[in-house]
């Protein structure tokens, strides 16, 4: 069992950045990827992109590459989600999943989930 806490969301004008974080508590953090998806209003969950076990390869969405960056500290039981140069279509709900897959960009391939922050870019 893995519990996933997320944080870092808030508004922000659009050009500026966040750092999401998310906290896992349970056993063998580094068993699983880790991935990021939002949620925006009216839609269904979209990947953003996963981080391998080890934290050597990535993989995003194409409308955040070069914007957006994942990564993670085992030691620390932890994921992150730097988001520069936002812009108002990122508005949604930033959920962080756990699970056992490789590349998975699916909802259903991860099997723990956080509750959520929400991050609101204005124009």
């Known amino acids: 069992q893995v519990q996933l806490v997320e944080s870092g969301g808030g508004l922000v004008q659009a050009g500026g950045s966040l750092r999401l974080s998310c906290a896992a508590s349970g056993r063998s953090f580094s068993n699983y990827a880790m991935g990021w998806f939002r949620q925006a209003p009216g839609k269904g969950r979209e990947f953003v992109a996963v981080i391998s076990r080890g934290g050597r390869s990535t993989s995003y969405t194409d409308s955040v590459k070069g914007r957006f960056t994942i990564t993670r500290d085992n030691a620390k039981n932890t994921v992150y989600l730097q988001m520069n140069s936002l812009k108002p279509e990122d508005t949604a709900i930033y959920y962080c999943?756990?699970?056992?897959?490789?590349?998975?960009?699916?909802?259903?391939?991860?099997?723990?989930w956080g509750q959520g922050t929400q991050v609101t870019v204005s124009s």
């Open positions: 999943s756990a699970g056992y897959t490789n590349w998975g960009q699916l909802p259903d391939e991860y099997v723990y």
